[in-house]
């Protein structure tokens, strides 16, 4: 968790265009990210879809 509002993690956001809300996967050792922030909103009133669609997206990401 990352507070986008801190200048400390300024560079972070930058890094990964984070300026507000935002739910991203990252590989700290191929340094892929993911944006996952859409689908967080699309699916943030079903929980059960959201997580769906989140583990879904998690096993794309590491089988890529």
Do not use: P, R
Not at 40 to 57: S, W
Request: aromatic share 14%.
């Amino acid at each position: 968790l990352v507070n986008a509002d801190d200048k400390k993690n300024e560079k972070l956001c930058t890094q990964f265009e984070a300026y507000g809300s935002s739910l991203f996967l990252y590989n700290t050792n191929s340094k892929k990210i993911k944006n996952l922030t859409e689908m967080a909103f699309m699916n943030a009133g079903d929980q059960d879809k959201f997580m769906t669609e989140f583990y879904k997206n998690m096993d794309a990401f590491i089988k890529s």
